[in-house]
């Protein structure tokens, strides 16, 4: 089984930065990763997902030059670099891995998911 626990969410001023970590129980060296946010009233929706060896990256049209996907898979830990966040980007952000390697864009393609992490942009 596979267990992921995200950290890194807070409160931030408009135009702040945050970086969220997700560390697995096991190695996930063969999965694809991604990061899915859910804001009150909404559904979960994908906003970056990366392969297993980072090689492709995939990110959501609303925080294209603003967010980087990486993984380090020593570190069994996936990151979410967010920066010139914006009152819309408040949501709880969920990390989520693949059994195979190729990147998923939608909730059910993934297999494992962590408890979420809240963010929270506001002045």
């Known amino acids: 089984q596979v267990s992921l626990v995200e950290s890194g969410g807070g409160l931030v001023q408009p135009g702040g930065s945050l970086r969220l970590s997700c560390t697995s129980s096991?190695?996930?060296?063969?999965?694809?990763m991604g990061w899915f946010r859910q804001a009150p009233g909404k559904e979960r929706e994908v906003v970056a997902a990366i392969s297993w060896n980072g090689a492709n990256t995939y990110y959501t049209d609303s925080v294209k030059g603003r967010f980087t996907i990486s993984r380090d898979n020593a570190k069994k830990t996936v990151y979410l670099q967010m920066n010139i966040l914006k009152p819309e980007d408040t949501a709880i952000y969920y990390c989520?891995?693949?059994?195979?390697?190729?990147?998923?864009?939608?909730?059910?393609?993934?297999?494992?998911w962590g408890q979420g992490t809240q963010v929270n942009v506001s002045a």
């Open positions: 096991v190695r996930t060296l063969s999965s694809a």
């Open positions: 989520a891995a693949r059994r195979t390697s190729v990147i998923g864009t939608i909730p059910p393609s993934y297999d494992y």
